[in-house]
């Protein structure tokens, strides 16, 4: 696609229900990352992908987070069980994977509200 | 590990005056150097980012960074300010891996008339 796509743009849910958001990147970009930024904070890393792989799952907040890529593309990030503190907008950036200058395309987020 | 800080959460300027965002880095390596904008309700955009051809970046909307080694610094200005340049502007760093991409905690950027 001409750019990085997420869905759905807002979610409102319910504690405890579980939710997932998608994030299309941009055609052929093999890296792939999931950033949380909430209400007056900064961006937190959640994970990284390399083509279907996570080499770095290293700032997914808890075991209830989690995210898969599959053929490539499309990654799903779930949140099961969510807590009020999970309310943020769920950022997905792309890149090509190939250079460490090359830039990374952001999408528009994902707004959740836990209520 | 890499660390980024933004001085000042908040800047306020005038119209027309100059603007001035703080970066500054702590890396062992010369890092690559990214400078990023994010409007009201929308995502990130890239401004300009710093690939060591040159140390005086120019970016897009007038904006523009140096990087200063012996500062651990990448300052964002622009000489003269817009109301369309209100937004928070966040600094980003990578060091030699694609693993992570380190963002500072922003600077919200406010535009007086």
């Known amino acids: 696609g001409a750019g990085v796509s997420q869905s759905p743009s807002n979610k409102v849910t319910e504690k405890g229900k579980d939710v997932e958001l998608r994030c299309d990147p941009i055609?052929?970009?093999?890296?792939l990352y999931w950033y949380r930024q909430s209400l007056g904070q900064g961006l937190e890393f959640l994970i990284y992908f390399q083509g279907n792989s996570a080499p770095d799952k290293s700032g997914l907040p808890s075991d209830r987070f989690s995210a898969e890529r599959t053929g490539g593309s499309v990654s799903t990030l779930t949140i099961q069980r969510t807590q009020q503190e999970d309310s943020a907008v769920y950022l997905c950036?792309?890149?090509?994977?190939?250079?460490?200058?090359?830039?990374?395309?952001f999408g528009e987020g994902s707004w959740l509200t836990v209520v | 590990a890499q660390s980024v800080t933004q001085l000042g959460s908040h800047v306020s300027v005038s119209e027309g005056a100059l603007v001035l965002l703080r970066c500054n880095y702590s890396s062992s390596v010369p890092p690559y150097l990214f400078w990023y904008v994010q409007y009201p309700n929308q995502g990130l955009q890239l401004l300009l980012k710093?690939?060591?051809?040159?140390?005086l970046v120019k970016g897009i909307n007038g904006f523009e960074a140096e990087f200063k080694k012996s500062e651990t610094s990448f300052h964002l200005t622009k000489p003269s300010a817009h109301m369309s340049d209100a937004a928070e502007y966040f600094c980003?760093?990578?060091?030699?891996?694609?693993?992570?991409?380190?963002f500072g905690s922003g600077t919200k950027l406010n535009v007086k008339p």
């Open positions: 950036a792309s890149s090509s994977g190939r250079y460490l200058v090359d830039t990374i395309y």
């Open positions: 710093y690939t060591s051809a040159a140390t």
């Open positions: 980003a760093v990578r060091e030699n891996n694609f693993n992570k991409f380190y």
């Open positions: 055609s052929g970009h093999t890296a």
